[in-house]
């Protein structure tokens, strides 16, 4: 499912076209159809399309069939348990929304590049910008978007490797190398950030004037201590040798 983060494709189709506000809300409202309606019937039915939708955007077959396959193993598991149950009508409602969720989250992430969708979301922040600046939070969820998939990356890169050396049923050999470059890449993450100056200066107080220390070292044409000078002593001459004073 990790590799789903990537799974846009820039094409002409009716989603791609959409904007990113009528693809939510479609979302959102599909969401909360297939959680109060509990119709079998209407299930099959929304899954079906949401199914069409997908194709539609033309997503990558192999990245969308691997994430789908292990969305239809959870379903039929669902539906495994319903039918122990002894439910079948509430077995074929769960799998039914479970596939359609999953579809239709695929096609508006297919059909959604990730800046218009950091668009969306810095529009959405921005009666928040009294705690945080938009701005801030846009570049928060891009760098949780980048981060996932690097630390599945990670795992997976340490997994082989402990496999490799045999250590596979050695939770030590996996959890601490990946660890131990997770902490990495998340320096190499602020180092860039702190290159770019990104989120370094603090907002000002509500009151409109900054601190009385920032105010002096901002101020222009500030002077600063110059160090004190060490007075060096004079060089003593050496005393003239004899020859010197018989001559």
Request: aromatic share 4%.
């Given at each position: 499912?990790?590799?789903?983060?990537?799974?846009?494709?820039?094409?002409?189709?009716?989603?791609?076209?959409?904007?990113?506000?009528?693809?939510?809300?479609l979302?959102?409202?599909?969401?909360?159809?297939?959680?109060?309606?509990?119709?079998?019937?209407?299930?099959?039915?929304?899954?079906?399309?949401?199914?069409?939708?997908?194709?539609?955007?033309?997503?990558?077959?192999?990245?969308?069939?691997?994430?789908?396959?292990?969305?239809?193993?959870?379903?039929?598991?669902?539906?495994?348990?319903?039918?122990?149950?002894?439910?079948?009508?509430?077995?074929?409602?769960?799998?039914?929304?479970?596939?359609?969720?999953?579809?239709l989250?695929?096609?508006?992430?297919?059909?959604?590049?990730?800046?218009?969708?950091?668009?969306?979301?810095?529009?959405?922040?921005?009666?928040?910008?009294?705690?945080?600046?938009?701005?801030?939070?846009?570049?928060?969820?891009?760098?949780?978007?980048?981060?996932?998939?690097?630390?599945?990356?990670?795992?997976?890169?340490?997994?082989?490797?402990?496999?490799?050396?045999?250590?596979?049923?050695?939770?030590?050999?996996?959890?601490?190398?990946?660890?131990?470059?997770?902490?990495?890449?998340?320096?190499?993450?602020?180092?860039?950030?702190?290159?770019r100056?990104?989120?370094?200066?603090?907002?000002?107080?509500?009151?409109?004037?900054?601190?009385?220390s920032?105010?002096?070292?901002?101020?222009?044409?500030?002077?600063?201590?110059?160090?004190?000078?060490?007075?060096?002593?004079?060089?003593?001459?050496p005393?003239?040798?004899?020859?010197?004073?018989?001559?």
């Amino acid at each position: 499912m990790i590799s789903l983060l990537g799974i846009y494709r820039p094409r002409r189709t009716l989603m791609h076209r959409a904007p990113v506000w009528f693809k939510m809300l479609l979302l959102v409202g599909m969401s909360i159809t297939c959680v109060v309606v509990s119709d079998p019937v209407t299930s099959i039915g929304i899954t079906a399309a949401c199914l069409l939708l997908l194709a539609s955007t033309l997503p990558p077959l192999k990245a969308t069939l691997k994430g789908m396959g292990a969305i239809v193993v959870i379903a039929i598991l669902t539906t495994l348990f319903q039918l122990w149950r002894g439910d079948w009508v509430r077995a074929l409602d769960l799998a039914g929304d479970i596939v359609a969720i999953a579809a239709l989250a695929l096609a508006v992430s297919s059909s959604t590049s990730m800046g218009a969708m950091l668009d969306f979301v810095t529009a959405l922040a921005r009666p928040l910008r009294w705690l945080l600046p938009p701005e801030t939070i846009g570049v928060m969820v891009s760098l949780t978007l980048r981060a996932i998939p690097e630390a599945a990356q990670i795992l997976t890169e340490s997994r082989v490797a402990a496999r490799a050396r045999g250590l596979e049923r050695d939770p030590r050999a996996i959890l601490i190398p990946t660890a131990s470059r997770t902490v990495g890449f998340a320096l190499d993450l602020g180092q860039a950030l702190h290159a770019r100056g990104i989120a370094e200066h603090g907002r000002a107080p509500r009151g409109g004037s900054a601190p009385a220390s920032e105010a002096r070292d901002d101020a222009p044409g500030r002077v600063l201590a110059e160090p004190p000078v060490r007075e060096v002593p004079a060089p003593v001459e050496p005393a003239p040798s004899r020859r010197a004073r018989r001559r």
